[in-house]
DNA sequence: GTAAATGCAAAAGCTTTGCCCCACG
DNA sequence: CGTGGGGCAAAGCTTTTGCATTTAC
């Protein structure tokens, strides 16, 4: 009744939280690597590449714990240095004195942040025009350009000039 | 007895450092925004002025205490909330979980910094293409720019391509 | 004289680590 | 089965705070 499936497709099929599909982008990643693949590390690896925002160790440990209990902090703290040294993850700071982590697309995936300082919320963004200028701008000073954080604060525009 | 006062006031001309200068930059930036001057916050303001570097708290510490053993670390934070808060200096993150503090040149001053990964000698640089391409960033996204931190991580090139 | 600033020490985050047990490969 | 990984709790660091005392204006 309602139609036929190919009407709404994407509802039929099960809807699967990403977290608890077999497997995930960086389960995949960290097979790659060589990495042991201990049941914390699966979770962990799930939780992250379902994660669409920008989560702190508590907010891991949290979204851990409601997949597996007696995964403890520390775990966590472990884990993120070692996905971090492994590029499977990269580590922000918002400038509220705690670390946050997201997936790393990409050797490349440079995109940045813009925080509304009046909520919190933050956007993410890319521009090209900005990553050919500090690429510039470092070779111009004399150097290769390893790695770069750019943070914008602002608060919404509400009226336009 | 021992002669008179007069004899050696202030020890004659001492070739004074900067940090003694009767009247430092940031000083005058403090009794413009009608703080209270306490011993302690001259201090603090001759040191803060007399710097070149990022120091962090502890070295902000040590140098005032040279002048000063008696003003606590309690003070040099409070101090340091106080002078962000009055755009007096700003506070900056390198990546290493401290943060660093250096003297706001003005209002619009927005230089950023280039960190030598290898060395951790930071450069600091000013570029006006990227001031403007940040603000035209920030208005495409809907906000109007509050502040901004970019840092960028690097070698030294050893031979140009 | 009064409100604000400071020193001291304790507390509060966030993150790391030692130690011993457990599980992956 | 041996070695790396994990849980737990304690320690480490940087920064903040409560309280009594001192200081600037």
Known sequence: MLGQAEDRPVAVQIPVKNADAVESRIEDLCAKRGLRMTEPRRVIARVLSAAEDHPDAEALYDRVKEVDPTISMATIYRTMKLFE????????????GRARYEPQ???DDHHHHMIDVET?????????????LKKRIARDLGFDLVD?????????????H
């Open 105 to 107: 697309s990409g050797p």
């Open 120 to 132: 919190g919320e933050v956007l993410e963004f890319y521009n090209q025009e900005l990553e050919d």
């Open 85 to 96: 040294e492994m590029d499977i993850v990269s580590k922000r700071d918002f400038g509220d």
């Open 148 to 160: 770069h954080h750019l943070e914008l604060f602002g608060t919404r525009r509400k009226k336009q």
